[in-house]
């Protein structure tokens, strides 16, 4: 089994300027408007999402600033339980990887499973079509017209869910070669999902892989907009190595801002092949302006953007470094995020049980151990809060009912209990508090440790994750990795790290972003590799540099 590539767009830069559109041919687009149904001043009343003065409010009437984290659900269709995941950590919003044959169809049936998913756990659904990446640079992209297609192929699970779906016409859908045709394109394409009777906000992502870079969406915005005749769209930017400055990612934003046209990040990471993206500023500044964002993706990435997992493996208790800035950074997803209000007033007002049977299992220099029963619930449990004292230090699914604490003080005493919430928000009493000691340090050397966790094989090959703790009382400044495989095995891949392969030996070495790790931190890197015969685990060594 070989892993397919999935988002490893090329967004490479190609920093030559196309003309734009010509005068003569924005004068036939804007005089086609003049032929178009009239207008609707206020969608509100079609009971969904709409704009207005520039704002995405939900079907109350409320502003809705949109705090997601896209999911791959078109390439790991088996992975339900994210949606719940999502939740847990704080998100209002998924955006839903869809496929209409350029990968396998996600059908009507499948989209509503989604929608229903969404719906369950309190999140609003931006479905997105993902057949356009690239158009007119990959060869296998479809156009903007077949993305329609397939909308118009599941109206049924589109039609009364508009307060609670949000239709992304189609995912980068023109790369660098030719982008201002890109404008005509969206306009039919809006006009054909109208006609048809979609009345849904529409989210429209711009050409050049999504980032805009020849400002072909940012100049041309006015007359997209008032192409829609429900002014119901709003503009996605993709923030990757094109906007690797504050001035640059608080300009592109402005300048939609300024003419009061909805904008929102539709999808960006903290770094990627074409540079490295400011999500610092984004983050900030899309909070200043009340903008919205997504981050991408929960797991699942290959072909060597791997790094924008922000789960291992969709494991929600193995957090990447990305994935735990995102939902823990003072403009992240807990600090900033609210959930749609078409969600109050749902009548669940219970709270679940308190957790139970709160115990320590186990303690080192600087861990504790901890495990409790379960929480029960009217409708159901959707995760649990740990708190050492009065700070919480965990954010977990309802499937997690254990939790380590690591980076603790040796000869130390610490307090802890446990919340559960449901997806209503209700939160629990607290458990029993449990106190326990860390053992005395000895001596207190600095250094390192990995474990090795296989996490799947096919016969003929596997994948596995290293995690990679600090030990010490300083930060590390870089680490290397060193094993000797038991039998044939070959590495073919591997991210969030540099390999270096003779025979069965194996050295591993940190990346330039990865190498400095605080005491009792960890982070994390996996490979693939190929095998035939046995495949045991092999003794890591860890090293500081």
């Not at 003309?19 to 005089?31: E, F, R």
């Not at 508009?162 to 030719?178: F, L, R, S, V």
């Not at 950074?329 to 969600?343: C, D, P, Q, R, Y």
């Amino acid at each position: 089994m070989s892993r397919q590539i999935h988002h490893a767009d090329p967004r490479h830069v190609w920093f030559w300027w196309r003309k734009l559109l010509t005068t003569a041919t924005s004068a036939v687009l804007i005089a086609a408007l003049s032929v178009l149904a009239p207008i609707r001043a206020a969608h509100a009343a079609d009971g969904g999402f709409h704009i207005v003065n520039g704002r995405l409010l939900d079907a109350n009437g409320n502003d809705f600033i949109i705090r997601g984290i896209s999911h791959p659900h078109a390439w790991y269709p088996q992975r339900t339980s994210s949606f719940a995941d999502i939740k847990v950590v704080g998100a209002n919003s998924v955006r839903v990887v869809l496929s209409g044959g350029r990968w396998s169809v996600n059908t009507a049936s499948d989209v509503a499973n989604v929608i229903s998913l969404c719906k369950q756990n309190r999140l609003i659904c931006v479905l997105e079509n993902h057949d356009t990446t690239g158009y007119g640079e990959a060869s296998d992209a479809y156009s903007l017209s077949q993305a329609v297609d397939y909308w118009l192929s599941i109206r049924s699970a589109l039609v009364g869910q508009e307060a609670y779906a949000i239709i992304n016409i189609g995912n980068e859908p023109y790369g660098n070669t030719n982008p201002t045709a890109w404008v005509a394109a969206i306009i039919d394409a809006i006009q054909r999902l109208r006609a048809a009777g979609l009345t849904h906000t529409l989210m429209i992502d711009g050409p050049n892989w999504g980032q805009d870079w020849s400002n072909t969406m940012r100049d041309n915005a006015q007359t997209i907009w008032e192409a829609d005749p429900l002014r119901n769209s709003i503009f996605s930017i993709h923030m990757y190595g094109v906007y690797n400055t504050p001035s640059k990612v608080k300009a592109y934003l402005d300048s939609f801002t300024s003419r009061g046209l909805p904008i929102l990040v539709g999808e960006f990471g903290w770094y990627h092949s074409d540079g490295d993206p400011d999500e610092v500023t984004i983050t900030e500044h899309t909070t200043s302006l009340g903008l919205g964002y997504i981050g991408w993706s929960w797991s699942g990435n290959g072909g060597g953007v791997e790094y924008l997992d922000m789960v291992t493996n969709f494991n929600p208790a193995s957090r990447t470094d990305w994935g735990n800035w995102l939902i823990t950074s003072a403009n992240g997803l807990e600090a900033t995020s609210v959930e749609a209000s078409v969600f109050e007033g749902g009548g669940d007002t219970q709270r679940p049980t308190a957790p139970g049977n709160l115990e320590a299992t186990g303690t080192t220099s600087s861990s504790v151990s901890l495990a409790w029963s379960a929480s029960t619930d009217n409708v159901a449990v959707t995760g649990y809060d740990v708190y050492r004292g009065s700070a919480r230090v965990a954010t977990l699914p309802s499937s997690m009912l254990s939790y380590t604490d690591t980076g603790l003080s040796a000869n130390t005493t610490y307090k802890y209990t446990v919340y559960a919430r449901d997806a209503a928000g209700n939160v629990s009493e607290a458990s029993n508090t449990v106190s326990a000691t860390t053992q005395s340090s000895g001596g207190g050397t600095d250094g390192c440790t990995a474990t090795y966790k296989l996490d799947n094989e096919w016969g003929t090959g596997f994948g596995a994750t290293v995690t990679v703790t600090n030990t010490g009382t300083t930060a590390t400044k870089g680490w290397t990795i060193s094993w000797t495989f038991g039998g044939n095995q070959q590495i073919t891949n591997m991210w969030n790290a540099t390999p270096t392969q003779s025979g069965a030996s194996v050295t591993v070495r940190n990346m330039s972003y990865n190498g400095v790790i605080q005491p009792g931190s960890s982070t994390t890197f996996g490979f693939q590799a190929a095998y035939s015969g046995s495949n045991t685990s092999p003794t890591l060594t860890c090293t500081v540099n």
